[in-house]
């Protein structure tokens, strides 16, 4: 066998036996999208698994223990995958499953979409912060739980605001109805005198023209891209060579697909790619 051969064929296997990381990130509907599109601008090169819960749609309004056993049951899959980074791409399952999931798979690398906000309003001048959230991540009280531990100078407001995730996934963004829904909201009292909107909910970014439309003077804080940045920074610590140089590409899978959400990912987030249909028990 010539060197070149011999080096060419040594080439395949030392590949062949190089790990491809990927990233996996799962929700129960379309706002996780929100999060997989700010980290394909950032680590475009990361091959990815997106995984949609819609047949448990919406999580906000479950219980903790059905959110952390859906979770439980997505997160095995995504592992079965070859994914070892899981990004928690749902507040309510990040503030109900984000600690169990830890624990159970000790060997995945997880990032919830709650601390890097916290840290984010932490680090930041802020005085009186908004939050807009499901019932379960308000709920919870993760947000402000979090927060009081880094920071007692910024004041955070929770609001549950449990009709957005409906209104986006039946395809009313953008819609007068979704305008005054979100007025309404954004008129409460306990909202009086913030400076800036967290959005606790991966949907509600695809809400920021309309509340900036009702609220002018009030910054959206664009939670996506503080996630994906967090997750690039730790991608690059780990100084992961092996990957490929260009865009990898994304698998795309839901529990329950139908045709009315197929064409709300394609208007919405421009995604035509086949997503499979995983149901898990």
């Known amino acids: 066998m010539s060197k070149?051969?011999?080096?060419?064929?040594?080439?395949?296997?030392?590949?062949?036996?190089?790990?491809?990381?990927?990233?996996?990130?799962?929700?129960?509907?379309?706002?996780?999208?929100t999060v997989l599109k700010a980290l394909e601008d950032v680590l475009p090169q990361v091959p990815k698994i997106y995984y949609g819960d819609t047949l448990h749609l919406p999580y906000g309004d479950k219980s903790d223990e059905a959110i952390i056993g859906y979770s439980l049951r997505i997160v095995e899959f995504l592992r079965q995958q070859g994914c070892d980074v899981i990004v928690i791409a749902c507040n309510s399952a990040s503030a109900a499953a984000g600690a169990v999931l830890e624990q159970a798979f000790p060997s995945l690398r997880f990032v919830n979409v709650i601390d890097p906000v916290v840290e984010a309003l932490a680090n930041s001048n802020e005085k009186k912060v908004g939050l807009l959230g499901t019932r379960a991540t308000v709920r919870s009280e993760e947000y402000p739980r979090r927060l009081s531990v880094l920071s007692n100078t910024v004041e955070l407001v929770s609001l549950p605001t449990p009709l957005l995730v409906p209104l986006i996934?039946?395809?009313?963004?953008?819609?007068?109805?979704?305008?005054?829904?979100?007025?309404?909201?954004?008129?409460?009292?306990?909202?009086?005198?913030?400076?800036?909107?967290?959005?606790?909910?991966?949907?509600?970014?695809?809400?920021?023209?309309?509340?900036?439309?009702?609220?002018?003077?009030?910054?959206?804080?664009?939670?996506?891209?503080?996630?994906?940045?967090?997750?690039?920074?730790?991608?690059?610590?780990?100084?992961?060579?092996?990957?490929?140089?260009?865009?990898?590409?994304?698998?795309?899978?839901?529990?329950?697909?139908?045709?009315?959400?197929?064409?709300?990912?394609?208007?919405?987030?421009?995604?035509?790619?086949?997503?499979?249909?995983?149901?898990?028990?």
Not at 246 to 275: C, N, P, R, Y
């Open 169 to 281: 996934e039946d395809g009313f963004l953008g819609s007068d109805i979704a305008e005054q829904v979100l007025r309404h909201y954004l008129n409460s009292p306990s909202f009086h005198g913030i400076s800036s909107i967290v959005p606790g909910c991966t949907h509600y970014p695809l809400l920021k023209e309309l509340a900036q439309k009702v609220l002018k003077d009030v910054r959206w804080i664009d939670a996506p891209e503080i996630v994906a940045a967090q997750v690039m920074q730790w991608w690059n610590s780990q100084s992961r060579l092996n990957q490929p140089t260009e865009h990898a590409g994304t698998q795309f899978f839901v529990s329950d697909k139908t045709e009315s959400f197929m064409d709300l990912a394609q208007a919405t987030f421009g995604i035509s790619a086949t997503w499979e249909t995983a149901v898990l028990s």
């Open 4 to 33: 070149a051969h011999g080096g060419f064929l040594f080439g395949i296997l030392r590949r062949s036996m190089e790990k491809i990381h990927k990233i996996g990130l799962f929700d129960s509907g379309l706002g996780g999208l």
